[in-house]
């Protein structure tokens, strides 16, 4: 199956609406939100992701899937092509939060965290203090750039 991933245009808004409401995710969306879009060969779009970007970092937040619509191996593809996405933005390195174990991020390529080892660019954003307050919270740290330290 093809996918074909872009910035979230104006004229995806109700859409993507539409899928958050289908997957009872609760975060409200609006256009300054800073999500990637995912849409099938079909033109429907399956999938969203939201990345909050600081100078050459990136922090994934809100993956919001349609899962009757897309596999275990589509959701692997379409989290690389979020990567390859990010590194033509300017991102250098990703990062993403996660709680219990998260093989799938390991797989990937992302190397597990210590807190003190997040840039302060990342540890400013809202998103990330909101994530890192809840318990057994992992971050995990992807370098897109070969450049990057």
Same mark, same amino acid.
């Given at each position: ?20 409401a ?12 800073? @999500? ?5 060969? #079909?033109?429907?779009?399956?999938? !969203?992701? +939201?990345? %909050? ?21 589509a @959701? ?5 092509? #979020?990567?390859?996405?990010?590194? !033509?933005? +300017?991102v %250098? ?55 990057s330290?």
């Amino acid at each position: 199956m093809a996918f074909t991933v872009r910035k979230m245009e104006e004229t995806d808004l109700l859409a993507v609406q539409a899928l958050f409401a289908r997957m009872q995710t609760k975060q409200p969306v609006t256009l300054e939100d800073p @999500l990637i879009v995912v849409e099938n060969d #079909a033109g429907e779009l399956i999938a !969203t992701v +939201g990345l %909050e970007k600081a100078t050459i970092y990136g922090l994934l937040r809100t993956m919001v899937m349609d899962s009757a619509k897309m596999s275990s191996s589509a @959701l692997v593809e379409f989290i690389q092509m #979020a990567l390859a996405y990010a590194q !033509t933005e +300017g991102v %250098e390195t990703v990062f993403a939060a996660s709680q219990g174990n998260a093989t799938l991020f390991e797989l990937l390529g992302f190397k597990r965290q210590e807190t003190d080892a997040i840039p302060n660019e990342i540890k400013e954003m809202e998103h990330y203090q909101t994530v890192v307050e809840q318990d057994g919270v992992s971050i995990w740290a992807y370098v897109c750039s070969p450049f990057s330290s």
